[in-house]
Structures are given as C-alpha cells and as structure tokens.
C-alpha cells in the first residue's frame, strides 16, 4: 500500500520560509515526471492545486505563488518538496503531496495522497 507523508508545516510570520517534505514508503519512480506534486486546503475553501513537478527548470505553480514557491524531487530518497519562501497570510492552509499512476490495465489512473501538514502564517 502505498502511502505519502507530509511534514514541515508550521507557524511562520509572514514574509517568512518553509519546506514542506513528503515522504513515500515506496519508490517514488514509481511516480513518474509531471504525476507528483501539492495541493492545499484553507478553511472554508475548495481544495486547490499549488504546484506540480515537472522535472524541468519550470514546473507548474498556481498563480498565487509562482516565483515564491520552487517544488522539487529526489528520487534517491523518496521525497517530494516544497520549498515556500516570502509567506502571506493567503498561504495559511492544510497542504497535501500527491502522486498519481497508470493502472496496471492502464487504462485509468490512481492518485494517492497524504494527511496533509498544516501552514499557517501569522504575525
């Protein structure tokens, strides 16, 4: 059973920096380039996508924090990242990894997810 676990998340001040950690129980290269990435949910708000791993110099990021936040990968030791710098209190939310897979028929695919690690930023 594969399962991702999230860390990091803390209490920070705005403009402040964090780096989330997800960490798989399986090989992440199971996972492969673009399937991996972070999601997160405030209060009150509908689960939204905040970064996606493209192994390129580019990866995908929602507008909100796009040149704030940088995601990124290491294979060797199972993890995905979120390096989130310059914190706003906007950023405040509950953040979950994700990584998705080709059914063994490949004809669908399967996302798993973690438990999630909460941010929050505040003076």
């Known amino acids: 059973q594969v399962q991702l676990v999230e860390s990091g998340g803390d209490l920070v001040q705005p403009g402040g920096s964090l780096r989330l950690s997800c960490t798989a129980n399986?090989?992440?290269?199971?996972?492969?380039?673009?399937?991996m990435g972070w999601y997160r949910q405030a209060p009150g708000k509908e689960r939204e996508g905040v970064a996606t791993f493209t192994g390129t110099p580019r990866s995908v990021y929602a507008d909100p924090v796009a040149g704030r936040f940088t995601v990124s990968r290491d294979n060797a030791k199972n993890q995905l990242y979120l390096q989130m710098d310059s914190l706003r209190p906007d950023a405040a939310a509950l953040y979950f990894c994700f990584g998705t897979v080709p059914t063994a028929d490949r004809t669908s695919t399967r996302t798993y997810w973690g438990q999630g690690t909460q941010v929050t930023v505040s003076s």
């Open positions: 399986v090989s992440i290269s199971m996972f492969s380039i673009s399937s």
